[in-house]
C-alpha cells in the first residue's frame, strides 16, 4: 500500500517519534510503515485516521 | 532483542537477567554437588534436571514477550526473530542427527544442546531482521 503518512507529517512538523508517541508505537513502526515496509492492521490504521482527523482512504491506497 | 524498550521489552531484559542469574547458580551448584556427593537414583535425575529449569524460563519470557508487545510491527519482528531461531535450531540439529546416524560425526553434542543453538539463532535472527527489515542498514530514517 502506498500512504501519505510523511507528507501529513511535515505539514505538521511532526517527527517520527513525535507521531510514534501520539500513536503509543515505536519510531521503528511509524518509520516501517511510511516507508511501506509494513501495513498497519485497520485499528492501528484508524489510530492514524483519528491523529490526523482524515478519513483512512486519504491517508492508505492501494499501490 | 532491538532497540525497542517498551514496557514488555523491559519485562523482557528483566526476566532474562533472573534466569540466566538462576541458571548459573543451577549449573555450577549442579556440577558441584554432582562432584562432591555422587547423588544417585531420584535425585541424581532431579538434580541434572535443575539447570534446565531457568533455560525453560528463558524460553517463557521469549514467549511472553510476543504476547505482551503492544507495538504490533515490534511484536512482527520478535516473530519473525523466533521463528528464524527455531528454523535455525532445527535444521543443524537435523544435519547433525543424520551425520551421527550414518556415524560421520561422533554422537553426542559436546554440551551445546538444542537451547544453545536457539538462543544463538535468535542472535542471528535480530541481524537477520535488521538486514531485511531495519533502519540499520537503510538510510531513510527520518527524525
Same mark, same amino acid.
Not at chain 1, 515505536?26 to 485516521?49: H, T, W
Given at each position: 500500500? !502506498?500512504?501519505?503518512? !510523511?507528507?501529513?507529517?511535515? @505539514?505538521?512538523?511532526?517527527? *517520527? *517519534? ?9 519510531? *521503528?513502526?511509524?518509520?516501517? #510503515?511510511? !516507508? ?13 485516521? @483519528? ?5 483512512? @482512504? @486519504? #491517508?492508505?491506497?492501494?499501490? | ?5 517498551? &514496557?514488555?521489552?523491559? +519485562?523482557?531484559?528483566? +526476566? ?19 562432584? /562432591? ?47 528464524? /531461531? ?15 546416524? $550414518?556415524?560421520?560425526?561422533? &554422537? ?6 538444542? /537451547? ?20 540499520? $542498514? ?6
Amino acid at each position: 500500500m !502506498k500512504n501519505r503518512l !510523511k507528507v501529513l507529517r511535515a @505539514e505538521r512538523d511532526w517527527s *517520527q *517519534q513525535d507521531l510514534g508517541e501520539r500513536l503509543g508505537v515505536s519510531r *521503528q513502526s511509524v518509520n516501517a #510503515i511510511e !516507508k511501506g515496509r509494513y501495513d498497519p492492521s485497520l485499528p492501528l490504521a484508524f489510530s492514524i485516521s @483519528e491523529v490526523f482527523g482524515l478519513p483512512i @482512504e @486519504e #491517508i492508505f491506497s492501494r499501490d | 532483542m532491538t532497540q525497542n524498550t517498551s &514496557p514488555a521489552v523491559k +519485562r523482557y531484559l528483566r +526476566r532474562i537477567a533472573v534466569f540466566m542469574t538462576l541458571y548459573m547458580v543451577a549449573l555450577f551448584g549442579a556440577k558441584w554437588l554432582f562432584q /562432591a556427593f555422587v547423588p544417585q537414583g531420584a535425585l541424581a535425575y532431579a538434580l541434572a534436571i535443575v539447570p534446565a529449569l531457568p533455560l525453560i524460563g528463558v524460553f517463557w519470557a521469549v514467549m511472553r514477550l510476543l504476547v505482551e508487545e503492544r507495538d504490533e510491527y515490534m511484536r512482527m519482528l520478535f516473530v519473525r526473530q523466533s521463528l528464524f /531461531a527455531t528454523g535455525f535450531c532445527l535444521t543443524i540439529m537435523t544435519i547433525w542427527q543424520w551425520l551421527q546416524n $550414518f556415524e560421520l560425526v561422533p &554422537p553426542g553434542n559436546g554440551g551445546f544442546g538444542a /537451547a544453545f543453538l536457539w538462543f544463538i539463532g535468535l542472535g542471528v535472527g535480530a541481524i537477520y531482521n535488521q538486514v531485511t527489515m531495519g533502519d540499520t $542498514f537503510r538510510k531513510e530514517a527520518d527524525q
